[in-house]
């Protein structure tokens, strides 16, 4: 498997990517998954209304940070000007990719016309596409579902006419909206996609191992593979299942090294948000790291201890628990 792919003129090295995760990809999280070496960790999803207005979560959201080696920004809107805006100013920030959300299922997303609505509006993202590239150098890329229901899946229609937009590249939720993350996911759908246009195509959904990926590109034909959920609690997946792939092997961070990941997490996690909103915001990745910790423990014991530190309001209080409870025997977990 290649180690490169081409987005427009930005190359990316490497084929398994990270998804903008709203909550879960800020500047923290995309840090650590850089420091593995995953090529690619997009932002949060960010709305183009509060991004142009300058609005605090916004900014937050969009945050690039210093040392990444690549900055790729995701925004959601429903109206031209807006999109374009705030293209421009991701660009200015020092962004190098712009990626444009079609994909996110939420009510209170397609509500507004935004997301995985615009899949019944090809127009429209036509339109916003558009505007996208015309407002910066960067290339312009889109995250998109097969689509709206089973009675519509043009994904492959819709992947076409934004190519000729000027679309560089495209990640395919195998799933249409109506299914929001239930079922399975259809990577055999995604084909139809590859197919369709020249440019590069990320197969997208229920990636959560080197299997997993290597039967999602079989299926699908994709030029690579996106993961999401899976990362939660495991930062270094893209790069492990990456380096899987290309027959390099990878082990995975052992007990000890895991533990100082999640320390390092929170650390940052704090100085970026302050220490209250750092330790809130650490919360559901802290218990994600105590449910992939490599213990032999029970369900049981895993709740009891995402139950026990993620109660901690202090972040002085979590790396003695997180010693008391990591380190401890299952026994000890559950008393």
């Not at 990636?207 to 290597?214: G, K, L, Y």
């Not at 105590?290 to 709740?303: D, K, L, Y």
Request: glycine share 8%; hydrophobic share 45%.
């Amino acid at each position: 498997m290649s180690k490169e792919l081409l987005v427009g003129p930005v190359r990316v090295p490497g084929r398994v990517w990270i998804a903008p995760m709203t909550g879960i990809s800020d500047l923290p999280f995309r840090e650590i998954a850089t420091a593995f070496g995953t090529s690619y960790v997009a932002t949060e999803m960010v709305a183009c209304e509060s991004l142009v207005t300058a609005r605090p979560e916004a900014l937050r959201r969009a945050a690039v940070g210093d040392g990444l080696p690549l900055m790729v920004v995701q925004l959601v809107g429903a109206e031209p000007r807006a999109i374009a805006s705030a293209a421009r100013l991701a660009a200015e920030a020092g962004a190098q990719i712009i990626d444009l959300n079609f994909g996110c299922p939420a009510k209170t997303v397609t509500g507004v016309a935004c997301g995985s609505a615009l899949m019944r509006d090809m127009e429209m993202a036509e339109r916003l596409v558009s505007a996208a590239v015309g407002a910066s150098d960067c290339p312009v890329t889109v995250k998109m579902r097969l689509g709206w229901d089973d009675r519509s899946r043009n994904a492959a229609e819709l992947a076409t006419r934004l190519e000729a937009a000027g679309a560089a590249a495209f990640t395919v939720h195998a799933r249409t909206r109506q299914q929001f993350y239930g079922g399975s996911a259809d990577w055999s759908a995604v084909a139809a996609v590859k197919a369709a246009v020249r440019t590069p195509v990320l197969v997208n959904g229920d990636i959560v191992d080197a299997n997993s990926a290597a039967e999602a590109l079989r299926q699908s034909g994709a030029d690579g593979a996106m993961i999401g959920r899976g990362a939660l609690g495991q930062p270094w997946l893209a790069a492990e299942i990456e380096a899987q792939l290309d027959g390099r092997g990878r082990p995975s961070p052992d007990r000890v090294e895991r533990k100082a990941i999640v320390l390092e997490h929170l650390a940052r996690s704090t100085e970026f948000y302050g220490p209250d909103r750092g330790v809130k915001t650490f919360r559901k990745h802290l218990s994600a790291y105590i449910e992939h910790a490599p213990w032999p423990g029970s369900a049981e014991v895993r709740r009891l201890a995402r139950a026990r530190l993620c109660r901690i309001e202090d972040a002085g209080e979590i790396a003695p628990a997180l010693a008391s409870l990591w380190d401890a025997a299952p026994c000890r977990l559950a008393a």
